[in-house]
């Protein structure tokens, strides 16, 4: 199993960006995809997830109303659009896999988004 993340960089306030993560080894129909971000000196934090079979998102406090989950399941990848974004969405992100153990079992890479005021 492989994720693959990919997307982050450098913009301003109120800028965008798209993030990818790009699986392979798993079904979307077995897992959730989730986006965590971390922080310098914060803990780990569950940003937004996907589950396609169900159809079902989650979004985190902050990232209501400006971040969008969506998944490709033909190409086996999950975006998370992120808009009006802030100085502290600068963080890691990283995207996971939620299986049958009802953990994420598997993690990708992290891509850096820097947002600066």
């Known amino acids: 199993v492989q994720l693959q993340a990919s997307g982050g960089g450098s913009v301003q306030a109120g800028g965008s960006l798209r993030l990818s993560c790009t699986a392979s080894g798993i079904s979307f129909d077995d897992y959730a995809i989730g986006w965590f971000r971390q922080a310098p000196g914060k803990a780990r934090e569950m940003t937004s997830c996907i589950m396609y079979k169900k159809g079902t998102t989650y979004y985190s406090d902050s990232a209501k109303g400006r971040f969008t989950i969506a998944s490709d399941k033909a190409k086996n990848t999950v975006y998370l659009q992120m808009d009006s974004l802030k100085p502290e969405d600068s963080a890691i992100y990283y995207c996971?896999?939620?299986?049958?153990?009802?953990?994420?079992?598997?993690w990708g890479q992290g891509t850096l988004v820097t947002v600066s005021s």
């Open positions: 996971a896999a939620r299986g049958p153990t009802a953990e994420y079992d598997y």
